[in-house]
């Protein structure tokens, strides 16, 4: 059964830090592009950032540029979201999901549906 497992929030004070992962099962996701993206309450899901995991390349959401970085390390099926200078709009439940390369396809990957789907975890960042 494919699996994808969050982990990695919490409650941080603004300026602060968290990491978050994203662990696969099931399924080798060397091929498929990994997404993290993140929903607020009473606001619709957006997307965050994204990694083809077979090229590396990245794609991040303008408003989080500089302060986000994605990465994966494909020998543990594992995806990671670093998050510096946290702000309380960052506040949110976080979701990885998997799917096709739209990052090496040069696509923005956060236009399309994706196949598998974490159950999110939770990041509040209080000011």
């Known amino acids: 059964e494919e699996q994808l497992v969050e982990s990695g929030g919490g409650l941080v004070q603004a300026g602060g830090s968290l990491k978050l992962s994203c662990q696969a099962s099931g399924f080798s996701f060397y091929y498929y592009g990994i997404c993290w993206f993140r929903q607020a309450p009473g606001k619709e899901r957006e997307g965050v950032a994204c990694?083809?995991?077979?090229?590396?390349?990245?794609y991040d959401a303008d408003d989080v540029k500089g302060r986000f970085t994605i990465s994966s390390d494909n020998a543990q099926n594992t995806v990671y979201l670093e998050m510096d200078g946290l702000k309380p709009e960052d506040t949110a439940v976080y979701y990885c999901a998997a799917g096709s390369d739209y990052v090496r396809a040069g696509a923005d990957p956060f236009m399309f549906a994706y196949d598998y789907w974490g159950q999110g975890t939770q990041v509040n960042v209080t000011s």
């Open positions: 990694i083809s995991a077979s090229t590396g390349m990245t």
